[in-house]
């Protein structure tokens, strides 16, 4: 098992930035692609942005592109969100999340919420107008 935990969101006014941290604690050894989700009231869990276990491929929703930057330091065991140029439409809860990877997958990545089997219990963004 894995046990994820975010930290680093808060209240920022727009145009601001803020860096989330996902911290990764248990079966660490393991190898795992990485993403961060969010979740606004009434609206559908969506993806943000993920790496692969190696950081050789990222993938970002069309939504962040050029103001999201996620990156890992598996010496940690940590995953990062930076989030630059912060817009109203981006506060949500986020979440980060994991699946594992075989050694042919390192570099996969993954943007479907069924892909990913651990959770965070997320950390709330708010960017105020």
């Known amino acids: 098992q894995v046990q994820l935990v975010e930290s680093g969101g808060g209240l920022v006014q727009a145009g601001g930035s803020l860096r989330l941290s996902c911290a990764a604690s248990?079966?660490?050894?393991?190898?795992?692609?990485m993403g961060w989700f969010r979740q606004a009231p009434g609206k559908e869990r969506e993806f943000v942005a993920a790496?692969?276990?190696?950081?050789?491929?990222?993938m970002y929703a069309d939504s962040v592109k050029g103001r999201f930057t996620i990156s890992r330091d598996n010496a940690k065991n940590t995953v990062y969100l930076q989030m630059n140029s912060l817009k109203p439409e981006d506060t949500a809860v986020y979440y980060c999340?994991?699946?594992?990877?075989?050694?042919?997958?390192?570099?996969?990545?993954?943007?479907?919420?069924?892909?990913?089997?651990?959770w965070g219990q997320g950390t709330q963004v708010t960017v105020s107008s």
């Open positions: 999340a994991a699946y594992a990877v075989g050694d042919y997958e390192l570099g996969n990545v993954g943007s479907r919420v069924y892909e990913y089997r651990y």
């Open positions: 248990g079966r660490t050894f393991s190898r795992y692609c």
């Open positions: 790496i692969s276990w190696n950081s050789d491929s990222t």
